[in-house]
């Protein structure tokens, strides 16, 4: 959708909400095309983003350019998902006081609050089961919480990736599934 296209249905309908969403590569589109849309004011500020296992978009410039027009964006992380920690933001060789923590200037460093559901919180079916327990990550680095899933990169799994509806979706739309109580946390 161009800005020609979205611009008159936010100001027909300036009470809705505009949401961008998308898994993987579709949530880094999503974040791209939500940046592009409120940096020409296409978009109004309230815009929400929400994306699954998204990778890295932009650097630490971007990330806080991106945090000031977007305020509410949430990645969300399920378990141990590899694709959110690449491309890799590259160690940092331990300079103090350095508001990167482990990420090197310049390289890849992720936008938005990240929303980790750690494996430890799953119920109704052991290691497979849906993930109900979770944390906003707002430790540091900003954005790069290494108390969140960035804590766990050498143990990540590519099967958490490819999971995100059947550890989250039942629990997210457990209101529209015939059996919700068997997904209840």
Request: net charge negative; aromatic share 10%; glycine share 10%.
């Amino acid at each position: 959708m161009s800005d020609d296209d979205l611009e008159p249905l936010v100001r027909a309908y300036p009470n809705y909400e505009v949401l961008y969403t998308g898994h993987s590569l579709g949530g880094a589109m999503a974040m791209i095309g939500a940046f592009d849309l409120r940096r020409t004011n296409t978009i109004p500020s309230s815009t929400l983003v929400y994306t699954f296992g998204q990778p890295r978009v932009g650097n630490y410039a971007f990330s806080q350019l991106y945090d000031s027009l977007l305020s509410e964006t949430y990645r969300i992380v399920s378990g141990r998902d590899l694709v959110p920690h690449v491309p890799n933001c590259r160690t940092n060789s331990g300079i103090p006081g350095d508001p990167l923590g482990y990420c090197v200037p310049g390289a890849a460093y992720h936008a938005g609050t990240e929303i980790w559901y750690p494996d430890t919180e799953r119920v109704a079916g052991g290691s497979t089961g849906i993930l109900c327990g979770h944390r906003e990550c707002f430790g540091g680095p900003i954005n790069e919480d290494e108390a969140c899933s960035n804590g766990l990169i050498l143990t990540s799994n590519v099967t958490d990736h490819i999971r995100y509806w059947d550890t989250l979706g039942k629990r997210i739309f457990s209101n529209s599934i015939k059996n919700r109580q068997a997904y209840k946390c």
